[in-house]
């Protein structure tokens, strides 16, 4: 997050806590139980930062990044994004994206701790394919929607969003999921764009925005997650982030064999405990059916109005017996309802 955004929020009452990185963030604006009945009921207005944001543009962008994202890029129009993702050659999640196509190029919002690392590996498979990528993080603010009237409130703007669906207005505003729409707005722009939405919504943390995704079980891929889940394991078959039908790109084989060759044995839970203090990303889950040896991570976890919620992807044998997370005999997690079916 931009001091500027940090700053402007704490002076609207956004509680500065410091993440497990060391980043602050605004986590909440003092009463958690009042956004999260605002977002079950009505609206929120949340700081939706810890992402990041690379522009990949020039005549061969569309080219370059069919080959090496896990989407049908080229068919990708103007003003429409989509969930994608970028492998090593083992089929392994470097990061998971939203990609969409502007009149300027493609932007990829992914996680903030991986921007440097995702642009340094793109940077070195350009060659002499007329490709620019940028970082252009800095030069936005990250504000969310989220609620069950959401739509509804982009909407009464004169704005139609289905998902997927990037529209510029006041600022860039993008469907992310039903009900969650993230806002980009010019850094200099965040007053006012923060004014449009603010009458009308619940303000709220960067803790309210990761339990929407959470609920919504859509997952980031973070630094400590890199190059640990095959894309069926973060669900993102499931969520379109693969398209089986394109043709090569970075780790395709092997996610493809995943597919048709054999049963995918890893899968994406949603789960939620009492325990208060969250599960850091990496966290090693376990089953009696896997003794000592870990059957899973915690992915993403958030505050809940008691304890926390998060998606754990997990060796799917494991999901009928009872899971705990950090040790054999540590906090036990209930496995929750996802919002999508899945594929065996």
Same mark, same amino acid.
């Given at each position: 997050?931009?001091?500027?955004?940090? !700053?402007?929020?704490?002076?609207? #009452?956004?509680?500065?806590?410091?993440?497990?990185?060391?980043?602050?963030?605004?986590?909440?604006?003092?009463? &958690?139980?009042?956004?999260?009945?605002?977002? %079950?009921?009505?609206?929120?207005?949340?700081?939706?930062?810890?992402?990041?944001?690379?522009?990949?543009?020039?005549?061969?962008?569309?080219?370059?990044?069919?080959?090496?994202?896990?989407?049908?890029?080229?068919?990708?129009?103007?003003?429409?994004?989509?969930?994608?993702?970028?492998?090593?050659?083992?089929?392994?999640?470097?990061?998971? @994206?939203?990609?969409?196509?502007?009149?300027?190029?493609?932007?990829?919002?992914?996680?903030?701790?991986?921007?440097?690392?995702?642009?340094?590996?793109?940077?070195? &498979?350009?060659?002499?394919?007329?490709?620019?990528?940028?970082?252009?993080?800095?030069?936005?603010? &990250?504000?969310?929607?989220?609620?069950?009237?959401?739509?509804?409130?982009?909407?009464?703007?004169?704005?139609?969003?289905?998902? #997927?669906?990037?529209?510029?207005?006041?600022?860039?505003?993008?469907?992310?999921?039903?009900?969650?729409?993230?806002?980009?707005?010019?850094?200099?722009?965040?007053? %006012?764009?923060?004014?449009?939405?603010?009458?009308?919504?619940?303000?709220?943390?960067?803790?309210?925005?990761?339990?929407?995704?959470?609920?919504?079980?859509?997952?980031?891929?973070?630094?400590?997650? !890199?190059?640990?889940?095959?894309?069926?394991?973060?669900?993102?078959?499931?969520?379109?982030?693969?398209?089986?039908?394109?043709?090569?790109?970075?780790?395709? %084989?092997?996610?493809?064999?995943?597919? &048709?060759?054999?049963?995918?044995?890893?899968?994406?839970?949603?789960?939620?405990?009492?325990?208060?203090?969250?599960?850091?990303?990496?966290?090693?889950?376990? !089953? !009696?059916?896997?003794?000592?040896?870990?059957?899973?991570?915690?992915?993403?976890?958030?505050?809940?109005?008691?304890?926390?919620?998060?998606?754990?992807?997990?060796?799917?044998?494991?999901?009928?017996?009872?899971?705990?997370?950090?040790?054999?005999?540590?906090?036990?997690?209930?496995? @929750?309802?996802?919002?999508? #079916?899945?594929?065996?």
């Amino acid at each position: 997050m931009t001091k500027t955004q940090l !700053s402007f929020l704490a002076e609207r #009452g956004g509680r500065i806590v410091r993440a497990p990185n060391g980043a602050e963030i605004v986590a909440d604006f003092g009463n &958690y139980a009042a956004e999260c009945d605002a977002f %079950e009921h009505t609206v929120c207005l949340c700081d939706a930062t810890g992402c990041g944001l690379l522009r990949i543009s020039g005549n061969d962008a569309a080219t370059f990044l069919h080959g090496q994202l896990s989407t049908h890029v080229n068919a990708l129009p103007v003003g429409r994004g989509g969930y994608t993702t970028y492998n090593t050659a083992k089929g392994r999640m470097l990061a998971s @994206l939203f990609l969409w196509r502007a009149e300027d190029g493609f932007y990829a919002l992914l996680s903030d701790d991986l921007v440097e690392t995702i642009k340094n590996r793109l940077s070195m &498979y350009v060659l002499r394919a007329k490709v620019v990528i940028e970082d252009v993080s800095a030069q936005y603010a &990250y504000l969310g929607l989220c609620g069950v009237t959401a739509n509804e409130t982009v909407c009464r703007m004169g704005i139609a969003l289905t998902d #997927g669906d990037v529209v510029q207005k006041q600022a860039t505003m993008i469907m992310l999921s039903t009900n969650r729409v993230l806002i980009l707005a010019a850094l200099q722009r965040l007053r %006012e764009t923060w004014a449009l939405f603010a009458p009308n919504a619940q303000p709220s943390g960067r803790n309210l925005w990761q339990r929407a995704a959470i609920l919504a079980a859509i997952p980031t891929i973070t630094a400590p997650t !890199s190059e640990k889940l095959i894309p069926q394991a973060a669900n993102w078959d499931a969520l379109g982030g693969v398209d089986f039908n394109k043709g090569c790109y970075v780790g395709q %084989e092997i996610i493809a064999r995943t597919r &048709y060759l054999g049963h995918v044995k890893e899968r994406l839970y949603l789960a939620r405990c009492d325990y208060e203090e969250l599960f850091a990303a990496g966290t090693p889950v376990y !089953s !009696s059916v896997f003794g000592e040896q870990a059957c899973g991570i915690v992915v993403n976890a958030a505050p809940d109005r008691t304890g926390q919620v998060m998606l754990v992807a997990m060796r799917t044998v494991a999901k009928s017996d009872t899971v705990h997370a950090q040790s054999t005999d540590g906090e036990t997690l209930t496995l @929750l309802t996802l919002p999508y #079916g899945l594929d065996s």
